[in-house]
């Protein structure tokens, strides 16, 4: 009872400060509003006994990478969109056509669902080590070490791509 | 019910309280600390050896008028000490001020909790004290305060970086990030993780000194360059906040390296036979002791060195930290791993 | 102020931030206003606004009598208040031809020379101050304490003091007062050590200042710095060995120079002047010969018509007095300073280009400005 309750509180939050992000005009609190989704979904992993993931998604999405778009909006500093002149129905109509996209998708997925009930999971691999922190480290290592490690390239070039866009003359 | 909310809710209430306390005199410690080292005596006027300076310094910024300028971003400006401020108080949910006791026939655990992520819930949560410097300066809508910000959040960045990165040998030894799992890991291992990670040890203290803005690197609060930096255009007790989340998180860095490094609560050679007396004082005892020559260091620190320019303190940072850390990390796996 | 777009790149321009650092700002030193350009945190370039402590003092000067002038250059260089007296009374008597009894004349070079420790230490503390190292700024306030005890057993003030008469002494210099200069002489000697240990070989002041605010000897000359900030730079001008007045031609000492022309050598050159003044002193304590104290100066001081430049080093550099005397009023016709923090703020602009805002106060610190002698 009291998780469905925190679950639902939750849940709203994030939907709400998620409407607020696209919604607000001052570009600031716009990132402010993403700080606090980021650290209400850390809550739901909480509640999902994911403490691991909850730490995490609290040290890099909100510690880390929201400062870079604070930094970076603090900077720019913008105060309307740039091409604001233009047609803003063609906004409106691409937005209606993305949002009926998904709705119908996900409205599929639930029809699909209730006619077909999920097949039981494959079993998970017998995980031999306790611990939230552990079973992360182990199915990364294990299961998931190929995901895992085009990943960490995928960083890796984005690092080099991010040093020779800032240091032309290098 | 009394051990599921009553104790709990009882120890809350007991650490806040005793933090903020601790912070307030924090700052009468620092005062008097530096005005010993300048050949001053520092406050002496309100109690005897200034002792109540505290007091009339919190009722002297509770009175005083609160500002907000014009043309501030109100609410961001409202909300900036707050922030800072929470996330340096609810830290201390973790910090294991010593082992579970028995207490009026009762087991009490001296510690609010202990998570199995213990570590990692610092390390993040510290790192959204950051928000605070930045939309204060961001909120002012003043460039002094602007420039600041902008140096804080490089700054801490950088720092968090190095200091995570170090963070993990030290976890790699204990093998946990429960902090009383990591005090406990030093007894059975018979050392101190000070003695087995010196290089961690030196590269938390100085990354520590980085995260919270303290002297050589309080780069953004220079005063001589910044007119006070980040809270130039904050007043009263706004601007009190930001001091005492600075005052706190010294104490949570201290707290942290003494848990890391000093084997926490336990009493110096704990596997010593002959000294087992050392016993019989308080476990908790040890831990402010050991926590305590932390922070005068850090003051010591603050009266001794000039102060960085931002430059260096990247370079610092990225050229110098972080690959030692890096370095650190792998010389202690594969030790680690030698010796499995 | 030309205006300049600044290029990293054609991706990433970014606009300059201005900057108004002062007149109120913990590290101008008074009331000096820099406004700054900035692109991130390097300084493009800066206009040096001065004039917020301007008093008229040359105008005022004018229409005071020769004597009251004395009390008017007290409020110069209000840190270094004795040798501004010292320039003053010299000039008129130049101007006067009068001969000052030779006791004076020494008593003047102990003076001037308390009064260099006592400036430098405010420069070293405050200096120090600016790149964060607070506690050298206590310590060398409580030196520069005992040097203005001394001052206050001489003449009775502590800052402003209207020490000098022309053609020699107010009075006599106090009995025993002589031991005392000796006694501080021994402590500060060790104190200056002191100091140098907390910043000498401290690798943050050594990154701090190294390499900041280079300036060669010839281009230093060339915009009229003075005093050490021109000795940092390897130029052995200095005002007491080549035109020598009081009684600098009878005591033993070298001109200390840097090599660099950064703010290190500047600071290394003033260190080394600490104790090159503790050298003269001695000297000129041990020497004092007796004799009276004021030279034969008329009644009524009206010097004949004419004009006569006269230059002494004050703590900060060249301190010169142009003065010019119409023969008929008891004041003169027209009174001109050469400040020498005036002149040395000149370079500040050429000093900051290209650095960061921190290295702004580290430079005003470093050229060493006192604002009361550059507005007059």
């Keep these: 009872m009291a998780q469905a309750i ?73 105060k309307r969109p740039p091409e604001a002149h233009e047609d803003p129905h063609r906004r409106t109509k691409l937005g209606f056509g993305l949002a009926a996209a998904v709705l119908l998708e996900l409205g599929a997925i639930a029809v699909y669902g209730s006619v077909n009930p999920a097949a039981p999971m494959p079993a998970t691999p017998a995980i031999p080590v306790s611990g939230n922190t552990e079973q992360v480290g182990w199915l990364l290592y294990t299961s998931y070490l190929i995901p895992f490690e085009i990943a960490s390239m995928l960083l890796l070039v984005a690092m080099i791509g991010a040093i020779v866009l800032a240091k032309r003359e290098l | 019910m009394i051990d599921q909310v009553l104790i709990p809710l009882l120890k809350i209430v007991i650490v806040l309280n005793a933090t903020l306390v601790a912070v307030t005199y924090m700052v009468l410690l620092e005062r008097k600390v530096i005005a010993w080292a300048q050949s001053r005596l520092g406050p002496m006027r309100v109690g005897p050896y200034g002792v109540l300076q505290p007091i009339a310094d919190a009722i002297k910024l509770m009175i005083k008028e609160d500002i907000t300028p014009v043309r501030a971003d109100k609410w961001v400006f409202t909300a900036a000490p707050i922030i800072s401020m929470v996330p340096a108080l609810i830290v201390y949910a973790v910090i294991p001020f010593g082992p579970t006791v028995s207490l009026f026939g009762r087991k009490v655990s001296l510690y609010i909790t202990d998570i199995n992520v213990g570590l990692l819930y610092i390390v993040s949560v510290a790192s959204v004290g950051v928000y605070g410097i930045i939309l204060a300066g961001y ?81 953004p609060e220079a005063e001589q360059e910044l007119t006070g930096g ?87 940072g990225w050229k110098v930290l972080i690959p030692l850390a890096i370095l650190n990390l792998v010389v202690t796996g594969i030790v680690k791993v030698m010796l499995m | 102020m030309e205006t300049q777009t600044v290029h990293h790149g054609a991706m990433f321009d970014t606009n300059e931030l201005v900057i108004n650092m002062g007149p109120q700002h913990p590290s101008t030193h008074g009331v000096l206003r820099v406004v700054l350009r900035l692109d991130g945190e390097k300084v493009v370039d800066c206009d040096v606004v001065i004039g917020y402590l301007h008093r008229g003092i040359e105008k005022l000067s004018e229409n005071r009598n020769w004597t009251q002038i004395v009390l008017l250059t007290d409020r110069m260089d209000y840190v270094a208040a004795a040798t501004s007296n010292v320039g003053y009374c010299e000039t008129v008597e130049k101007l006067l031809q009068l001969e000052v009894p030779r006791r004076a004349r020494y008593v003047r070079t102990i003076l001037c020379e308390l009064q260099r420790i006592a400036s430098h230490c405010l420069w070293v503390g405050t200096h120090a101050m600016d790149i964060g190292a607070m506690t050298v700024f206590l310590y060398a306030f409580r030196e520069r304490e005992l040097i203005l005890d001394l001052f206050e057993e001489f003449c009775g003030a502590r800052l402003t003091y209207n ?67 021109l000795r940092g730079s390897g130029v052995a001008r200095d005002v007491r060995k080549d035109e020598p007045y009081a009684a600098y031609d009878e005591v033993q000492f070298d001109v200390v120079i840097g090599t660099n022309g950064d703010t290190y050598d500047r600071y290394l050159v003033r260190m080394e002047e600490f104790r090159q003044s503790l050298r003269i002193i001695r000297q000129a304590t041990e020497g004092i010969p007796e004799g009276p104290i004021v030279g034969k100066v008329p009644r009524l001081i009206k010097p004949a018509a004419g004009e006569t430049y006269h230059a002494i080093e004050s703590p900060k550099g060249e ?5 010019v005397s119409d023969g008929k009023s008891t004041n003169p016709y027209r009174f001109r300073v050469r400040p020498p923090s005036f002149c040395n703020l000149q370079g500040l602009r050429r000093l900051v280009r290209g650095h960061l805002v921190a290295d702004v106060v580290a430079l005003i610190g470093s050229i060493d400005i006192v604002l009361g002698e550059v507005d007059r």
């Design chain 3, 319 to 323: 301190l010169g007095y142009f003065i």
């Design chain 2, 139 to 219: 909120s002012s809508n003043s460039k002094y305060p602007l420039l600041a910000s902008l140096r804080a959040s490089a700054q801490l960045i950088s720092y968090e970086v190095a200091v995570t990165l170090t963070l993990v040998s030290v976890i790699l030894m204990a093998g946990s990030l429960s902090m009383v799992e990591i005090v406990n890991a030093q007894y059975n291992q018979h050392v101190w993780f000070v003695f087995a990670q010196p290089f961690a040890f030196v590269l938390v203290l100085i990354g520590g000194l980085a995260e919270t803005n303290r002297a050589p690197f309080d780069l």
């Design chain 1, 6 to 78: 925190a679950f639902y509180f939750i849940a709203a939050c994030i939907l709400g400060f998620a409407v607020l992000v696209v919604t607000t005009r001052d570009t600031v609190h716009s990132v402010l509003f993403l700080v606090l989704d980021f650290l209400f979904v850390a809550a739901l992993y909480v509640l999902l006994g994911a403490q691991f993931l909850a730490a995490i998604q609290v040290l890099v999405y909100a510690g880390g990478i929201v400062v870079l778009y604070l930094f970076v909006v603090m900077l720019v500093n913008l």
């Design chain 2, 230 to 316: 980040f809270h130039t255009e904050y007043s009263g007790m706004r601007f009190a906040l930001f001091f005492l989340a600075e005052y706190a998180n010294m104490i949570v860095v201290s707290s942290v390296v003494t848990t890391l490094f000093l084997g926490g609560w336990l009493p110096p050679f704990p596997n010593v036979g002959a000294l087992h007396l050392l016993y019989y004082v308080p476990s908790w005892t040890w831990f402010l002791i050991k926590s305590f020559l932390f922070l005068y260091l850090f003051i010591w620190i603050r009266a001794t060195l000039p102060r960085y320019r931002y430059d260096q303190l990247m370079r610092l």
């Design chain 3, 163 to 229: 020490s000098m008469r022309i053609g020699g002494l107010p009075l006599d210099v106090p009995p025993g007062w002589a031991k005392k200069v000796l006694e501080f002489c021994t402590i500060m000697e060790a104190k200056v050590g002191e100091y140098e240990e907390l910043l000498t070989h401290n690798r943050i002041w050594l990154e701090r200042t190294k390499g900041i605010g280079i300036i060669s000897g010839p281009e230093a000359t060339g915009l009229g710095l003075c005093g050490p900030a």
